[in-house]
């Protein structure tokens, strides 16, 4: 079946074409136009593509094509219209015209401009729920159009679901519904706009508010969307093997690199490619409700993910996974088996436990189920479609450099011009609305400075390119601040909790140190100094059970590790290397340098009142700062392994040390260091 939503009212088809169109049940062959069948453009003279599978919701923005209306494609879509302008009302047996008519005000968003639109409906409801989920109970309604010259509820009104909490609940909970996802049928778009084989959409979703009634109650209003209701994905790694569709995870993905990094849309369900109830990732983890796990909602994704065909035609990159992980996905036997919405707080704990929360960790707590309702879909079964269609053929995809809205190719532009823009009696078609628009972009101008964004942020989804593309400005090239790095240092975290571990089963320790690694090479400092630390055998607090056999090129990676936290500003890592340059142990292949070692000492010191690139104040005083003055001023009174003997330098150093030891209350050591600052002092004078 194909979904045709009309954006209000219906009109009766043109007199002309009524003897030559025979109402039958419609079908795909219906929609399937050959490329011989377009025409020339005769203001473009650019070939129109190969049409594909896609409803009037969700096709592509044309230049308009007068010329077409006598073309077979014209002729199809006009049978394609007639055929469903003869299907009878799926909710007719419920007898709406024995409903009260009611009175709502109805809010929108604009998710491009970011304003929200109201005016006022006329509906029916009815007065119990016919379906409910975990959060969510469902009432059906119709809406009259708002162009209609009539209160003919057969003709002029949409079937709708209305949908309400069950439980008391914030009202702003539903104006974040909406925004969610009216943002994400933005992406939608977006994604639609580079060509894949199949067009996705997210549907109108809108408050509708009841004044006249007690506490002017809320409601989600959604077109009723007839066909089979499928969860392709959620919000927590669960992969639908069943059916192999590639489009919604292809989405998934690409939205992900399309913002670079910083939100992702899952939770992808619905009829077709006509999705509802999707859910958002986002870096930082606070916007778009409970269900928003932020990077460790991301990191769940990309472990049962696999690159498809569609991913590599939009040119996405892989993301990194260890060979292991990658047969697992590739044997289908990673993804999670639960497939409801978790909500955050209940997802899997990914912070390093205490030895007695390790024995009782909590598996996820409650669902977010708000409108996964299978009551919500009608008995009528949806035409499976094929899905060898979701992947290209030998020509690949072919990218656009313009914007297509989902309005409609020129073919449909035209049936829509005859059938809902241009009534019968020949009066001129009416202005378009936004707040009747299906699609959430209006303005080129804002279009145009929305994809420019979008194409300035985006990043590839390996470890690789994250590199280079850091490399090449600077100010990016520091720890801390890649998302990138913080979906792998979740990834790792993970394993160490045997998340994706089959129980009493050890977790995969390698595909764990492979996604800190990786982490590291992102800049997150606090893999970084993990990663150094299980090189070196140091004690870690991140994947504790891992211990690395001694070898000189485990203690070099430890050491250019170390040296990088260093340069970070961590202070535990120059002072851990200033020592090694100092006593020469656990230098790998490097060379023994006070040189080095003083440089370091410096830093330390300094860093005392600073802050790291991770934004932390590091605080410990186990090595205090006199401490770390005095053997600055030993080494330059010993002088060697590259360092100059310098008296004044060692006098200065040693009161510098004697009063900070006073400051710290350490009275005697004080007293021992302006005994050699008075020592060193007397021996530069006689150099």
């Not at 509802?276 to 916007?287: K, L, V």
């Not at 313009?402 to 020129?410: K, L, P």
């Not at 707040?435 to 979008?454: C, V």
């Not at 801390?480 to 089963?505: C, M, Q, T, V, W």
């Amino acid at each position: 079946m194909v979904h045709f939503e009309a954006a209000e009212g219906r009109t009766r088809l043109d007199s002309d074409g009524d003897d030559c169109v025979i109402p039958m049940p419609i079908s795909l062959d219906d929609l399937k136009v050959k490329s011989d069948d377009y025409i020339e453009d005769s203001i473009t003279k650019d070939k129109v593509p190969d049409a594909k599978y896609f409803s009037v919701a969700m096709g592509q923005k044309r230049k308009h094509e007068p010329c077409l209306r006598k073309s077979k494609s014209f002729q199809a879509w006009k049978n394609a219209v007639a055929k469903i302008r003869s299907m009878n009302d799926p909710w007719e047996k419920f007898h709406f015209e024995d409903f009260p008519t009611e009175k709502a005000i109805r809010h929108r968003y604009n998710a491009l401009k970011k304003e929200w639109v109201r005016d006022e409906v006329t509906v029916r409801m009815e007065s119990t729920p016919f379906g409910h989920g975990a959060m969510r109970e469902c009432f059906r309604m119709k809406k009259l159009s708002n162009f209609s010259r009539s209160c003919d509820w057969r003709s002029n009104s949409n079937n709708a679901v209305a949908k309400r909490y069950m439980s008391p609940v914030d009202p702003k909970m539903y104006f974040e519904e909406v925004k969610l996802q009216m943002d994400a049928k933005l992406w939608g778009e977006e994604f639609n706009r580079h060509n894949p084989p199949k067009k996705v959409d997210c549907c109108q979703m809108a408050v509708l508010e009841f004044p006249d009634k007690p506490g002017r109650p809320l409601y989600h209003v959604e077109n009723f969307i007839e066909g089979n209701y499928v969860k392709y994905n959620s919000n927590s790694g669960f992969v639908k093997d069943d059916i192999q569709r590639q489009t919604p995870h292809a989405f998934s993905h690409f939205t992900f690199e399309r913002s670079g990094h910083e939100l992702m849309v899952v939770d992808i369900q619905g009829v077709g490619d006509l999705y509802t109830d999707p859910q958002i990732h986002t870096a930082c983890g606070t916007e778009y409700g409970d269900g928003n796990l932020g990077t460790k909602g991301m990191a769940l994704f990309f472990h049962s993910h696999h690159c498809n065909n569609i991913c590599r035609s939009l040119g996405l990159s892989q993301f990194d996974l260890s060979p292991s992980e990658a047969e697992e996905i590739k044997n289908h036997s990673c993804s999670s088996t639960q497939s409801n919405t978790v909500l955050r707080g209940n997802e899997e704990i990914c912070v390093i436990p205490s030895e007695y929360e390790r024995t009782h960790l909590t598996e996820f707590l409650r669902l977010r189920s708000s409108s996964s309702i299978s009551s919500v879909v009608s008995d009528t079964i949806m035409e499976d479609e094929p899905e060898e269609d979701d992947t290209y053929g030998s020509t690949g995809l072919q990218f656009n450099c313009g914007y297509d809205s989902g309005v409609g190719d020129s073919e449909k532009r035209q049936v829509l011009d005859i059938y809902h823009l241009q009534p019968p009696n020949g009066r001129a078609r009416r202005q378009r609305f936004i707040s009747e628009s299906g699609s959430t972009t209006s303005n080129d101008e804002e279009k145009l400075l929305f994809q420019e964004l979008l194409r300035r942020k985006s990043k590839p989804s390996c470890v690789a390119d994250e590199i280079q593309s850091r490399s090449l400005v600077a100010k990016e090239d520091r720890p801390g601040n890649s998302i990138l790095g913080k979906i792998h240092l979740d990834l790792a975290r993970y394993h160490e909790l045997s998340r994706f571990s089959s129980p009493g089963d050890e977790y995969d320790k390698t595909a764990a140190l492979f996604h800190l690694r990786r982490a590291a090479d992102c800049g997150v400092l606090e893999a970084v100094i993990a990663s150094a630390r299980i090189y070196l055998q140091l004690p870690h607090n991140i994947l504790e059970d891992i211990d690395l056999p001694f070898s000189l090129e485990h203690e070099d990676i430890g050491l250019d590790y170390m040296t990088y936290a260093a340069e970070a500003g961590d202070r535990a890592a120059m002072i851990f290397l200033a020592k090694v340059y100092d006593t020469g142990l656990n230098l790998g292949t490097r060379v023994r340098s006070w040189t080095e070692a003083v440089r370091l000492y410096s830093k330390a010191v300094a860093a005392l009142t600073e802050m790291d690139d991770d934004g932390h104040f590091d605080g410990t005083m186990d090595d205090p700062q006199y401490q770390l003055i005095a053997r600055q001023a030993e080494m330059y009174r010993d002088g060697g392994f590259g360092l100059e003997i310098n008296y004044a330098k060692a006098a200065e150093l040693f009161s510098t040390a004697a009063d900070d030891a006073m400051e710290s209350m350490k009275g005697r050591i004080a007293s021992k260091y302006y005994e050699l600052a008075e020592e060193m002092s007397a021996l530069a004078e006689e150099a």
